[in-house]
């Protein structure tokens, strides 16, 4: 619901649990009242009336009493140059040189639906009256940059989308050095701060530290949302905690160089503002040009951070997942990578199919080193053409094999990859990524491809055409293994060497979009070394990710529950592997958290190994719903205890719930009393194991014992619980 105010000039952007209010201030500036739990009402004038302790802070020309600064105000888009000396979320470089950039409200339209940003990834609605808009209108009256500001407000979710377009309405071309896609002012820095950093096989693992005066936040400048940091940040009040306090989240749909910063300033007030990461970056603008920015999903909880996930992975699931698989029910698949490596042909890869089938499994995924002449990662990316000597007579013959034993069949591709040593590389050396007069940082033995370029993208697309369709492929794997430096398109003028990111990852959307629009069957899941580009840009294009090509599943806890603050547990692909002494069981347990699945060699297991695997299988059959469609609740979260770890699923109809609990070592205590949430406490369940009958409220407030359950090192117990009616 969006209001506007006539006589106070106040838009109001309610969603289901949070309000949103903008004031048009004196001279037309544009400034934010307030942002937090849902209130009815919009006496919130006096907020704006900021005190200006000195000369120091500018006033508006026509303020001749100096009653005012934007230096102080809240501002809601703010701008550089002009008097507001934080951080600037537009900065515009005029013809005149200088960056002096003053934004002023003209005008604004409301209406039911949400604007279309395509060709860059962005929440859809299922129906118009899912959501409601508002589109501010406002200009740099020097260089005729008009900025028009987007606001999307969810009706039955705590979420917003925000973006920004701008257009050179001017005579004379600027250069758009910053343009952020949401900045919000609250007025103050009584929060923690928490982000996701990582590396590979240690990704998204949570940090969280207190806010203080400066600017404090996380980039990436590696051409990819990286392993490293993730366009995700979350506020929380400092008496908030997993349940309580106000929590609110910021998520960047994107998949190229981010930056996420909050800066506190001298009155006690926190701006934070999101986008795309101003370093190495800028867009020139011809007049009659535009840009837009990346959406910003916003979301607010009263009820902490568990509240806030709950709302991002519901608003992911129905507002950001497309597809045959947004609904369709996904094959159980497993994967030759850690079963083989490059070491495989057609005959290995048809009995691992064979076994899997016993075992219950839909799909056999074929991974690296089916093409070119690859048999390491030295050579070969961009020759997406079959290696017969290990797959003779063609992928036919292998394809057709596997169906034949009744199981689909899967592929990898590094479509953005180039391998010097590899004939698209000797038959064009400048399609890779390079500028002028360096030569070419190596990693992994590869180059990145130029994607920004439409030639590339066109040979990349044809080569994996002529593969995907002549042959029965249900599945594709889309890596990404290295990140890009020397960063600079050949087909550029100097004047645009800096929009080269923006248009890399651009290309790289079209291309997943032609992609997925030929192929709308195929299910694609992404990847890059692992998570290196987990974020909702490429959830756009891919249901799932691969979550970290560690598969130890002690150390996935973190991995798992850090990604979960922000994606839900069906965008987690996570398989259960031959990687570590911990066992089966606990293997099997934590996979199952994620879009579960097989990443070993089935024949190597034992007989007893195998019969756990087939009640695993079960099991994700049984769960498959709860998982992939329920309510997530963090018990223990492993930032914070170092012995236990639990997580429950419950049914959006609190009739079910799965609780699972892995010990990662032994605790210090012998007493171990888990309390479950998201019950409903009238409601009496019983837990399937032993048949005991208890309420909702009992086991919310009491708990369950598990003093004496699988609590040595690395094992772990799954309890289900389903309502007695
Ligand atoms: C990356 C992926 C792995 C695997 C290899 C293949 O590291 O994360 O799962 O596909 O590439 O080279």
């Known amino acids: 619901m969006i209001t506007f105010n006539e006589e106070q000039k106040i838009f109001k952007l309610d969603t289901k649990t949070s309000s949103y209010v903008i004031e048009i201030f004196k001279e037309n500036y544009l400034v934010n009242l307030y942002y937090?739990?849902?209130?009815?009402?919009?006496?919130?004038?006096?907020?704006?009336?900021?005190?200006?302790s000195a000369s120091f802070s500018p006033c508006n020309p026509n303020d001749k009493n100096e009653e005012y600064s934007v230096d102080v105000l809240p501002m809601e888009y703010s701008c550089s140059g002009s008097g507001d000396f934080r951080i600037a979320a537009l900065s515009i470089k005029n013809a005149d040189g200088n960056t002096v950039t003053d934004i002023r409200y003209t005008g604004h339209r409301m209406y039911k639906g949400k604007p279309d940003i395509s060709?860059?990834?962005?929440?859809?609605?299922?129906?118009?009256?899912?959501?409601?808009t508002l589109e501010i209108y406002t200009i740099d009256r020097v260089t005729g940059a008009k900025a028009t500001l987007y606001y999307t407000v969810f009706n039955e979710t705590g979420a917003m989308a925000k973006s920004v377009r701008v257009e050179n309405t001017g005579n004379r071309a600027f250069e758009i050095e910053k343009i952020y896609s949401s900045c919000v002012d609250l007025p103050s820095m009584d929060y923690d701060l928490i982000t996701l950093y990582g590396r590979h096989v240690k990704e998204?693992?949570?940090?969280?530290?207190?806010?203080?005066?400066g600017i404090q936040g996380i980039q990436s400048l590696r051409g990819a949302s990286s392993h490293?940091?993730?366009?995700?940040?979350?506020?929380?009040?400092?008496?908030?905690?997993?349940d309580t306090g106000d929590a609110y989240g910021f998520n960047l749909i994107y998949s190229g160089n981010f930056e996420i910063s909050a800066e506190c300033d001298y009155q006690g007030?926190?701006?934070?503002?999101?986008?795309?990461?101003?370093?190495?970056?800028?867009?020139?603008?011809?007049?009659?040009?535009?840009?837009?920015?990346?959406e910003a999903v916003l979301v607010y909880s009263d009820k902490g951070l568990g509240g806030m996930s709950r709302i991002f992975h519901r608003l992911y699931l129905n507002n950001l997942i497309r597809g045959k698989y947004k609904t369709e029910k996904r094959p159980l698949l497993i994967n030759s990578w850690e079963a083989a490596y490059f070491d495989f042909d057609t005959e290995k890869l048809v009995s691992f199919a064979k076994e899997a089938k016993e075992l219950g499994f839909d799909m056999l995924v074929m991974d690296d080193g089916w093409f070119g002449v690859r048999n390491d990662d030295t050579n070969s990316l961009g020759d997406w053409y079959v290696n017969e000597k290990k797959l003779p007579g063609g992928l036919g013959v292998l394809i057709d094999r596997v169906n034949a034993l009744g199981l689909k069949f899967g592929i990898w591709y590094e479509p953005e990859m180039i391998s010097p040593d590899s004939d698209l590389f000797r038959a064009h050396p400048d399609w890779c990524v390079h500028v002028k007069n360096r030569e070419n940082s190596i990693a992994r033995h590869q180059y990145v491809l130029d994607v920004s370029r439409e030639d590339v993208r066109e040979n990349i697309f044809n080569q994996m055409y002529s593969v995907l369709s002549k042959y029965k492929i249900d599945y594709v794997k889309w890596d990404f293994n290295r990140n890009i430096s020397e960063a600079g398109s050949a087909l550029l003028p100097p004047e645009r060497q800096q929009e080269f990111f923006h248009r890399f990852i651009m290309g790289t959307y079209q291309l997943m979009d032609r992609l997925t629009k030929t192929f709308p069957d195929i299910l694609?899941?992404?990847?890059?070394?692992?998570?290196?580009?987990?974020d909702p840009g490429m959830l756009y294009y891919s249901p799932q990710i691969w979550t970290s090509d560690n598969t130890d599943p002690i150390e996935r806890l973190s991995i798992q529950f850090g990604t979960s603050l922000c994606y839900p547990a069906s965008t987690m692909g996570a398989h259960v592997s031959d990687s570590s002494r911990t066992g089966y069981e606990t293997k099997g347990n934590v996979a199952l958290?994620?879009?579960?699945?097989?990443?070993?060699?089935?024949?190597?297991?034992?007989?007893?190994?195998?019969?756990?695997?087939?009640?695993?299988?079960?099991?994700y059959h049984k769960y498959y719903e709860l998982i992939h469609c329920g309510d997530l609740y963090r018990l223990i979260d492993p930032y914070f205890d170092s012995y236990k770890c639990a997580w429950e699923f419950v049914s959006p109809d609190k009739s079910e719930c799965l609780v699972t609990s892995v010990t990662i070592r032994r605790s210090l205590y012998t007493l171990y009393i888990l309390k479950l949430k998201g019950l409903d406490h009238d409601k009496y369940y019983k837990n399937e194991a032993d048949g005991e009958i208890y309420s909702g409220a009992l086991l919310m407030s009491a708990g369950i014992n598990l003093s004496d359950v699988k609590n040595l090192d690395g094992e772990s117990v799954k309890i289900y619980f389903t309502e007695v009616k």
């Open 119 to 132: 060709p860059l990834p962005s929440l859809y609605l299922n129906n118009d009256n899912e959501a409601d």
């Open 36 to 52: 937090g739990k849902k209130i009815p009402d919009i006496n919130l004038k006096k907020l704006s009336e900021r005190y200006r």
């Open 204 to 213: 998204r693992c949570r940090e969280q530290r207190r806010l203080a005066h």
């Open 593 to 619: 958290w994620g879009t579960f699945g097989y990443e070993l060699d089935p024949n190597k297991l034992t007989d007893s190994e195998k019969d756990l695997v087939k009640q695993q299988v079960k099991e």
């Open 269 to 294: 007030s926190t701006r934070l503002i999101t986008g795309i990461n101003p370093a190495d970056f800028s867009w020139h603008l011809e007049p009659g040009e535009a840009f837009q920015s990346p």
């Open 228 to 242: 490293n940091q993730n366009p995700f940040a979350a506020l929380l009040s400092s008496d908030g905690n997993e």
């Open 524 to 534: 694609l899941e992404n990847c890059s070394g692992g998570g290196g580009r987990f």
